[in-house]
């Protein structure tokens, strides 16, 4: 295929009739797709219905300790579902506290007891004139939701295939104690699907903050969803190369079984070190007399270990993998060779994410909309919903069939194309 | 029989002498019982076990409405949960939002998101110089830990039998716009088992705030926890009362199925006017992507509705009440006449509260405590954990059976007995 850019304007000209009557066609078909959340499809959890049958009402609810999960109590989660959550990530349970059913909102809450009350003992965040966080772009929209809505000033840090632009991560945490935290998914990125490369993960262990209570904000939400069972990222367990780096106490990370049980009904943790973990106590005493112990307990029946995780995951894989090739393979049938756009072909988690041309990608979402496939908001995996080149745009092939995909992708190209050729056009005038 | 204080100091140091023998006694029993905590017992919960049956591996978890309660959304709970909680405590379910686990964490969430972000765009709590609360007393312990964790003043108010006395209530509400608040237990309240009077509630209702951001936190965890099928008590709705009065904002109620499902395993609820209920989803958006959808699923297929709930409800009555009947019968028997504390017979909740001479409370429950039995800790249904007069203790007969409940409160009263002579005798010298 011929780069458009190489293209006379005569060539575009046409080529742009083409599409827009192309354009036109599939408009007339009426579509309705949605690609615009991570949502898990309604087969993908079928997989998981058999949990409903691991208790019934002879089941004695009790941890291997004795304990009655029906009843108050336990407010750190129950040891057997720490030591799963802990196994799925590489950490050991003592370093766990399980919640409820949403990492989300231990991030959440995380950074709203910073707010009010600090870290282990600091000032709180409140009290103080201006907070920063480092944010890796692009990026997960609910990150930047949270520290949008305590008023905490984002700054964007350039992803690479390595990670984050450690050179600037770096200095900015050095430098500036107003900067108390970075966002990160560190495996199979959300949107991108990077793994966070080794000499990263040494890197942020190894970080000298400026701020004591700096915090990095690990989220691996991706940490056992691979696509491929040949070739799959590994990542670096980051609390014990924090620890090796002299910071024991510099991360929480986060992880949750939403994307491998029920994503509206799973379990969430948070690991980080005894020092953190006994911070976060002192508040969750407060706040809860205890999680949800029986959905923590199902869990633990269902899944048995890591292990059982990994073999429930790689039937996941099955089902997702095809609805990725689908998009893919249109992306570069389609696109191959054009120079329009660019992808990275991910090997875990739930996203494709697609470079257009800068100025493009706004334009290229709404073509879609108006012939009936959602994608994620332009910007949205920016902080403030601001791409600041206005080119990236974020596929989630988890929800709808890879035919549907396939269709989805069809339309989406075409208008990758028809925007693209426009914005050329306009450069030629 | 004779008041202690009718006899005689050879009388007193008698009977000291008999008590100081019985003491032992029991010492020597080895008595090892927990009356500390409002928490059911196991055979209350397994009342509760056929919900374990509502679901297995081929039920289809959708609600009337077709959303797939496994997935993501619906950050405010599903709508028959809404109707199921809201006729629990006679509201419509459009003003109910459910949430997860615990009416706790609402109301930690309510009062953090406060301090925060304010209160329908008030002024956050947290830039404010100071911010105070008004706490019924006795009360609750946990209502007084969320206020003190965020470092906000708390000042007694007097209960009565009719609630809280509303002279103070008012005139503080009235006069100091650093009031944002009052914890009300308003049904069976905790510890003392009294209900508001109409006219309480509608003192409240028309209360006329110095602050426009001034809420009452009207935490409705007894609305159906009756003792008697014929003699309920009933609590005027209060939405609807603030709505008469103009006041549609200024109440939030919680309620929850923790002592009605499972302790750790229920559903909760907050219930309030439009306008709250909007601002609270904003928050709510951010924190979550949506509550255990499937437990709420599971909690309305088992209850079915309020009757439902009734029904079950009675058979926890028929439980609780040898228990608290066991405790009432021994403080009658023992202590009737003898002028050295006072009770509330309770139609309803989880406590029984004692009223011992002044300066004694602290010294029986210690008493108590180094033969075997474990009572709340003095103070505890105080601010701060301090009883100005060291004199109420709280009983929790929930948790033992009936028989241990009597023995335990044959040592409790053997204690008051004891140190109440005790201190006679010290005003004697």
Chains 1, 2 share one sequence.
Request: glycine residues 8%; hydrophobic residues 40%; negative net charge.
């Amino acid at each position: 295929m011929k780069a458009y850019k190489a293209l006379t304007k005569e060539e575009l000209v046409q080529l742009k009739g083409e599409l827009e009557k192309a354009y036109a066609d599939v408009k007339g078909k009426g579509l309705k797709l949605d690609m615009s959340r991570g949502k898990p499809a309604a087969t993908q959890l079928d997989m998981t219905m058999d949990i409903m049958d691991v208790f019934d009402s002879s089941s004695e609810l009790k941890t291997e300790g004795g304990m009655d999960c029906r009843n108050y109590g336990q407010v750190d989660g129950i040891p057997e579902a720490k030591k799963l959550m802990g196994d799925m990530i590489g950490v050991p349970a003592e370093n766990v506290i399980v919640c409820g059913n949403a990492s989300l909102t231990i991030m959440y809450d995380t950074i709203s007891r910073s707010m009010t009350h600090g870290v282990l003992g600091s000032t709180p965040w409140c009290k103080l004139d201006k907070v920063k966080f480092l944010c890796p772009v692009p990026g997960y929209d609910r990150h930047f939701g949270i520290t949008e809505h305590f008023g905490i000033e984002m700054i964007n840090i350039p992803m690479t295939s390595d990670g984050p632009d450690m050179d600037m991560v770096e200095k900015y945490v050095s430098e500036d104690p107003a900067v108390k935290g970075i966002w990160c998914v560190p495996k199979y990125s959300n949107p991108q699907g990077v793994t966070y490369s080794d000499e990263t993960v040494k890197r942020f262990a190894a970080l000298k903050p400026a701020a004591e209570d700096f915090r990095i904000f690990w989220d691996n939400a991706y940490a056992v969803h691979h696509l491929y069972e040949e070739e799959q990222d590994s990542l670096l367990e980051i609390l014990s190369e924090c620890k090796k780096a002299g910071n024991p106490d510099m991360v929480y990370e986060f992880c949750s079984t939403s994307k491998v049980s029920f994503a509206g009904s799973g379990i969430a943790a948070v690991a980080s070190s005894e020092k953190n973990l006994e911070w976060f106590r002192k508040s969750m005493t407060i706040q809860t007399i205890g999680y949800d112990k029986i959905n923590q307990l199902r869990h633990v029946k269902y899944f048995k270990n890591a292990q059982g995780v990994a073999a429930h995951m790689k039937k996941h894989a099955d089902l997702l993998r095809p609805k990725f090739e689908a998009v893919l393979n249109v992306l570069e049938e389609e696109l191959g060779g054009l120079e329009i756009g660019s992808w990275i072909k991910p090997r875990g988690g739930y996203f494709v994410c697609f470079e257009a041309m800068e100025g493009c990608a706004a334009q290229i979402i709404e073509k879609c909309k108006e012939a009936g496939v959602i994608l994620t908001k332009a910007g949205a995996p920016y902080p403030y919903g601001k791409d600041p080149k206005d080119s990236v745009i974020r596929i989630a092939p988890s929800f709808p069939t890879p035919e549907e995909m396939a269709q989805a992708t069809d339309l989406f190209v075409l208008c990758v194309k028809l925007v693209s050729v426009q914005k050329l056009l306009e450069a030629c005038a």
